[in-house]
């Protein structure tokens, strides 16, 4: 059975930093499209950044050049580096995997286009 769990959040304070990360069981992140997606109270689920099977990156305008996303396939993980954060990163944070990429520069942003996704993990950002 596939799974993904997410950890990491938590709450800082404006400009500070946090770690997310994304175990992956059941399959190998090789040849998966990932992506972190965001959701904060009564806002619509967005996505944040995305990484492709051949290690691509992409970002959303609103978090480029403070977050970072990598992976590892070895450990099955999948990363979020987030830096100098802002009161509106406050969200639930979510890990989405899908097999195979073709057209991903497209879709990246598209939940419905995920296969799996983990239960979320609490970023809260205070001014």
């Known amino acids: 059975q596939v799974q993904l769990v997410e950890s990491g959040g938590g709450s800082v304070q404006a400009g500070g930093s946090l770690r997310l990360s994304c175990v992956a069981s059941?399959?190998?992140?090789?040849?998966?499209?990932l992506g972190w997606f965001r959701q904060a109270s009564g806002k619509e689920r967005e996505g944040v950044a995305g990484i492709a099977s051949d290690g691509s990156t992409t970002y959303a305008d609103s978090v480029k050049g403070r977050f970072t996303i990598s992976k590892d396939n070895a450990k099955n993980t999948l990363y979020l580096q987030m830096n100098s954060l802002k009161p509106e990163d406050t969200a639930m944070y979510y890990c989405?995997?899908?097999?195979?990429?073709?057209?991903?520069?497209?879709?990246?942003?598209?939940?419905?286009?995920?296969?799996?996704w983990g239960q979320g993990t609490q970023v809260t950002v205070s001014s």
């Open positions: 989405a995997a899908k097999l195979g990429c073709g057209g991903w520069w497209w879709w990246w942003r598209v939940e419905s286009k995920y296969n799996y």
């Open positions: 059941g399959y190998t992140y090789s040849s998966y499209c």
